[in-house]
Every structure is written in structure tokens, then in C-alpha cells.
């Protein structure tokens, strides 16, 4: 069975400096893994995805995440948050005997402050 | 720019009306997904296909949904009849395998 676990339900910080939201997953196989954002009234859209080639995955918009599995972490960061960052974001995992079946996580609101 | 496109965006309904909701996927990919999100569930998996055959909708209530792809161009979601408590945001996503998916601009229902 496959899960994720979402370690902070709203992250805030300000506008430039450093992005951190935290996503821990649990899966019985070699997972892939990614993160989706979601934008007020928006549908969801795919920043990067780890399947198994390098462990730092790079992104769209300067975010990129670190596959630990000595951890069973993938952490997302930005080196500078921008205003238009402030968005919910989803860790998800998908295992290959799922057919492509996502579990998400429940969500990380990022507000990014002036 | 290949998308999903899903029809119609917003939908205001009475209790005990059907409501049909759409979805055409990106040409090409083998999987859609039918999700359902609520400010007090999140995003919950409703149903999903492979090659067009159902392949889970567990996630569903079975007396009132129904999930269809009758052709690769278009996927359905049916509620007959419709409760105030379907009010949500249904989303569509399709994909290639692997587990990538992409998500359409949802379809925003209201069931008075």
C-alpha cells in the first residue's frame, strides 16, 4: 500500500527567501513520485516527478525536490519565493503496480508575504 | 498545447436533477482518472480507466454515480439523482502511464 503524508498544513514565508514544504511517503514498491500545485479555482498542474533516474529532480518555476529513500522523504523547495508561488501544493505517489493511480497528500497551502 | 478539456465549468442544479459532466482527454493517452475535491474531503479518487475498461470506482457511490468512456475522445461522470452534498469540484486527468497525470479545469457543481 502506498500513502504520503504531508507535514505542514500551511507554510508561509516571504516574498525571496527560501521555499520548504516537507512530504514523507510510505510504499510497498520503488515509487514514483511528484508534486502538483493548485492555484485558487484552478485545476492541478505538474511541477516535477521523480521516477527513479537522479535523486534531485528539477521542476518547472525554479522549484525542484530531493528523493531521500533512506529518509522516505521528497522535499520541495524554491531557492526565492515569488508572490505568484502562493498556491495549495500535493505531494503524490504512484506505485507501478497501480496503473497509474495517484495517492495524494493533503495539501500544503503556501502564502508568500510581501 | 495538448489539454484536458472538460465541459460544462460551472453547473447550478436542483436536488433530484441528473447532471452530466464531460471530459475529453489528451489524444494518445491510455488512462483518465474522474476526481472529486470539497473543501472538507480534499481530493478523493471517484473512478479510473485503462484502454477505455473501468478499472476502479470504488471511490464512487454506486446508486447514483456512473463513470463511461464510450469513446477515447470522451469520458462521463452521471449523477441521478443529485444531492446538495455532490456540490464539489470534479476533476478529469488523463495519461500516458507511468503515473503522470494531467488534469482538466474541473467542473465546478452546485446542487440546490
Known amino acids: 500500500a502506498q500513502s504520503v503524508t504531508q507535514l505542514d498544513s500551511h507554510v508561509s514565508v516571504s516574498e525571496g527567501t527560501p521555499v520548504l514544504l516537507r512530504c514523507n511517503y510510505s510504499s510497498s514498491y520503488s515509487p514514483s513520485l511528484f508534486w502538483y500545485v493548485q492555484h485558487p479555482n484552478k485545476g492541478l498542474q505538474l511541477l516535477l516527478k521523480?521516477?527513479?533516474?537522479?535523486?534531485l529532480v528539477k521542476g518547472i518555476n525554479g522549484f525542484e525536490a530531493e528523493f531521500k529513500k533512506s529518509e522516505t522523504s521528497f522535499h520541495l523547495t524554491k531557492p526565492s519565493a515569488h508572490m505568484s508561488d502562493a498556491a495549495e501544493y500535493f505531494c503524490?505517489?504512484?506505485?507501478?503496480?497501480?496503473?497509474?493511480?495517484?495517492?495524494f497528500g493533503q495539501g500544503t497551502i503556501l502564502t508568500v508575504h510581501p | 498545447d495538448a489539454r484536458v478539456t472538460q465541459t460544462p465549468r460551472h453547473k447550478v442544479t436542483e436536488m433530484g436533477q441528473e447532471v452530466t459532466m464531460r471530459c475529453q482527454p489528451i489524444l494518445g493517452h491510455n488512462t483518465v482518472f474522474w476526481y472529486r475535491q470539497t473543501m472538507m474531503q480534499g481530493l478523493e479518487l471517484l473512478a479510473y480507466?485503462?484502454?477505455?475498461?473501468?478499472?476502479?470506482d470504488s471511490g464512487m457511490p454506486k446508486d447514483r454515480f456512473s463513470a463511461e468512456m464510450p469513446d477515447a475522445t470522451l469520458a462521463t461522470l452521471k449523477i441521478q439523482p443529485s444531492e446538495p452534498r455532490d456540490s464539489a469540484v470534479y476533476f478529469c486527468?488523463?495519461?500516458?502511464?507511468?503515473?503522470?497525470?494531467?488534469f482538466g479545469p474541473g467542473t465546478r457543481l452546485l446542487v440546490l
Open positions: 480507466f485503462r484502454n477505455r475498461a473501468p478499472l476502479d
Open positions: 486527468a488523463s495519461g500516458p502511464g507511468g503515473g503522470t497525470q494531467y
Open positions: 521523480y521516477t527513479s533516474a537522479a535523486t
Open positions: 503524490v505517489v504512484s506505485e507501478v503496480t497501480s496503473y497509474g493511480k495517484l495517492t
